[in-house]
């Protein structure tokens, strides 16, 4: 409506570069999430939405939990993280799900304290990145793991008892716990994620 | 600025009823916790500001933890289920927590939602009465009870769990938790808290 607009790019000149071509991804894939949700979205929807083939999608990012963690932009790959701490041994996985989830994200406290004040703060937390990762990634990988009774039930918690832990460690800064080392919260909270597990 | 200006009451009219003063202590009461912390704020100073006698909030109140429960205008008193848990025998506390925590706040989780949402979104969590009930209320009870190494973490971490688990369970809603009966929580995830607690 004003002299500016003409000067407005649609951020994809013609013959996009690359980086182009990741952007427009990550849009469509960043907008179906949070519309559709994680399980009810296809990669083929996202490279239609972004105008790209779908084998595109693979290319840039490799599957669909990764594009999802790709499009939360974070300092660190929780995904890494988590498959590598799940897959390894079932005994004192409680311990090190502590141990390398509280290490990667101390020195990135600032991030996750935003990521998870913007998902309480939307008005359905179920579409927000936060919870697609929780419920798709962590639990998700959880749930392969475990044996017994009540395995959902069991995953979900075990997904709650780490992403409390981070929230009372980061955003709500409980005196005591915001700054206790990670040996101690380790080897105290370890035990208690285990019962779970176990 | 305008002609209805002139209208508007401080909502305190002169020899002020019983509610007056309650609202008067209350408003007080809010705003010194929120701007102090719970800890730094005296009864005498919130009498001050309300313009009544301290007398009258133990009348009206009871004690500090008492008026803060009050300010948060709950459908149940949290104060009175921690404190009849935590009083409790140390064995099998964890699964009393949860059955507890749950059975009261099962009813009323859009109330919970809420509050929790709004404590997340405040620019510091610390000055919330959510945060506040947390740490003076249900850590302050339960480091009470506790024996054994790392007291501080870990009345901290209990409570934690209980928290993290109501936002899993009402805020988040993470499938397979929302839904899940309360026996089939206590069961699973009380033995997890008292792996902390004992």
């Known amino acids: 409506m004003t002299a500016e607009s003409g000067r407005r790019s649609r951020g994809r000149p013609a013959g996009g570069s690359s980086g182009d071509t990741r952007g427009a991804i990550l849009a469509a894939a960043r907008s179906q999430f949070a519309a ?11 490279a239609g939405a972004a105008g790209v083939d779908a084998s595109l999608i693979s290319h840039y990012f490799g599957d669909k939990a990764q594009l999802l963690v790709a499009t939360m932009e974070l300092p660190i790959n929780p995904l890494d993280k988590v498959r590598s701490v799940v897959e390894g041994d079932v005994d004192g996985m409680g311990e090190r799900l502590v141990r390398t989830f509280l290490g990667a994200w101390d020195p990135h406290r600032a991030v996750f304290s935003t990521m998870v004040r913007s998902t309480f703060g939307s008005a359905d937390p179920r579409t927000t990145p936060v919870f697609q990762l929780a419920q798709n990634v962590l639990v998700s990988a959880l749930r392969g793991r475990l044996s017994g009774p009540d395995i959902e039930v069991r995953a979900t918690l075990v997904a709650g008892q780490v992403v409390g832990l981070a929230m009372m460690r980061y955003v709500i800064k409980l005196d005591g716990l915001a700054d206790a080392d990670v040996d101690t919260v380790a080897r105290t909270y370890g035990p208690a994620i285990q019962t779970i597990i176990s």
């Open 36 to 46: 559709r949700g994680f399980a009810a979205t296809s990669l083929r929807s996202i």
